[in-house]
Structures are given as C-alpha cells and as structure tokens.
C-alpha cells in the first residue's frame, strides 16, 4: 500500500510502498477513505512522544470500510462503514471495566502505538471495544473531521466541563479543538468567548457561535478582559490550545468554583506550566484534564450531528491529497489554516 512515512525524527516525511496491513485476531483493517491531519501528529514526527517506534506512519483521525476482521471479532463485518476513538481501551484492564476507555492502562493510539491512517489501509485492534459504526447520513470527510479534535472538544465540554445554558465559557486558541469547542458549547446554550491571535480564526469563531472574541495580540490582560465581559469570570474555561500562557490565562479567567479543561497537549519543555495555585485554593477551582473519548460516548454526538444541532462539517478547511499531506504535517505549529485539514484522495 502507499504510505507516508517518516524514519527519523524531523526528518522529511515520504511516500512509499509498504506492506498491507493484516488483522490482529481481535481487530480489523480499514480501507482509510479520510483521515484528519492534526498537531498531535507533528508532535509524533517532532519526537514529543519517544515512545513512537521507527520507521512510522502517522495519523489518527479516520474514517473508512472494514477491509479485513480477524477470527476473534464479533461485532463487525467487511464492508461496514467506522471510525474510532484515538485513545482506544484494551477492555480488559481496570480503567476499561470502569468505563474509562480514554484512560486505558494499554491503550492502542494509531499512528502513535502503532502505524497510523496516513495510508490506503490502517489495522485497529479491540475492535469489539472501540469501533463506532458512522450513519449514512455521515460522510467519510464529516467523520474523519471528528477525529481527535471534535470528539475530544465534546468530551470537555459535555462530559467534564458539564456546561449547559446560560453558563459563560472561555475558548483559548481557535484551531481545530478551539473551534470544536466553541460550537459544542454554543450548541448547549452557553455563551462562548473566543481567544486567539488571529483575526481571521476569530471571525469564524463568531460565525460559528461565539458571542465575544478577543485578540490576544491586541489586548494586553487577557483574563481582566474576560472578567469585565461576563461581570466575573466564566463558569468553565478550556485550553484548547495547549501553551503556559493560555493555560495561565485559562484559570485566571474564572469565576469562583469555575472550571478549568485542560485540552491542548503541554509537552516537552512546556509540560509543567506555572499554575496560579493561590487563586485556584482561593476559589475552590477544579483543574481537569481531558483526553479523548469513549466509543460508547459517540451515538448522544451523532445525533446531534444527523439532527444539525451540531454540524462538525463547518469546520472543514482544505481537503488535500496523500502527497499534500506531508507539507500540511510539517508545517501544523505554523497555525496557518482555519479549521481542519482532511486527506480525502488516496
């Protein structure tokens, strides 16, 4: 099959031919028919996660047909139409019993644990455990445009975040997690305010359900900003974005007994940021962290999704092709695309 391939750290992703995957006994391969490109995967090519072994293929935001099943799965046939959690549980180990896929104890992430969905086929495994079945009404593109960033911007929202009408929130960054979050939020009736640099990121965030946005170029104090917007600060603030500032900003901008969701990854030199622990002790605030999503948890966000609540569709930047993929790889910590970037050619 055609592959991109990187065989070293920073080093120049390429296509090549690579052997077709195979089943495992309690997983299958897909025909990848779209797949997202996401920073997560150029944290992967930069060597944030040294636990990638090489040569790799990235990706993990997919959509495709089951090509093959291995002997041991139940539940799925060849020809039917999935995605999948990037975060996906063993369902065997302790955190899986409990329900908590995302945190499995040995989880399988493609395109991080194994070769990822930048390819014509992609092998998954727990199958049973982690595959979710994509309605009709859902195309390939929509559903790998969920990826990482959509469902796990619902999972912070709905699931940790527990935001409903009328609550204020705080998006700080508009890329593809920022975006997902502000119309998820929006979605429940809350009033969002959209934090970037970017003027133009900020215009779709308002078009998308933003009630204020805020340019962090512009303005100097960023949460004393939030605080004379909503009177006192939000009920729940996500950082989407994953920096020390915007974490920073993130805490700072809540009211008393506020929230704060930790989305964006902190790695490497950023991983320990400077937290406002005086003020998060004096306003009994709840620090949470969030990290992909449960297969169980997708059918509440597709209906959503086939009723139009939600139209995940809107945040679709370019779709490129397989060889184009590597140049949108390579440059994702320039920021300079609005919304998602779906490899929709093979």
Known sequence: MKAVVFEA????????????????????????????VCRSDWHGWIGHDPDIELPHVPGHELAGTIE???????????????????VSGCGSCPECHSGNHQVCDDQFQPGFTHWGSFAEYVGLHYADTNLVR??????FNTAA?????????????????????G?????????????SAIMI?????ANVIAVDLDDEKLKFAQEIGAVATLNANKISNIPEAI??????GVHVSLDALGHPITCANSIRSLKKRGKHIQVGLLVADQSTPNIPMDIVVANELEIIGSHGIQAY??????????????????????????????????????????????VSKF
């Open 9 to 36: 750290y920073k080093a120049m992703p390429k296509i090549q031919n690579v052997p077709d995957p195979t089943p495992v006994n309690h997983g299958v391969v897909v025909k990848v028919m779209a797949t997202g």
């Open 68 to 86: 093959a099943v291995g002997k041991d799965v139940k539940n799925w046939k060849i020809g039917d139409r999935v995605t999948v959690p990037f």
């Open 134 to 139: 994509l309605p009709d009404e859902i195309n």
């Open 145 to 165: 445009s969920l990826g990482c960033r959509f469902v796990t911007s619902f999972r912070a929202v709905v699931d940790q975040g527990h935001v409903c009408a």
């Open 167 to 179: 609550q204020w929130v705080a998006v700080h960054g508009c890329g593809g997690v920022g975006l």
């Open 185 to 189: 939020a929006n979605s429940f009736g």
């Open 227 to 232: 605080m004379e917007i909503t009177k006192g």
């Open 297 to 342: 948890r997708y059918p509440e966000m597709m209906e959503m999704i086939k009723t139009g609540k939600l139209m995940p569709e809107k945040l679709i930047g370019k779709q490129i092709n397989l060889e184009q993929s590597i140049d949108a790889l390579i440059n994702m910590d320039k920021f300079e695309t609005t919304g998602v970037t779906v």
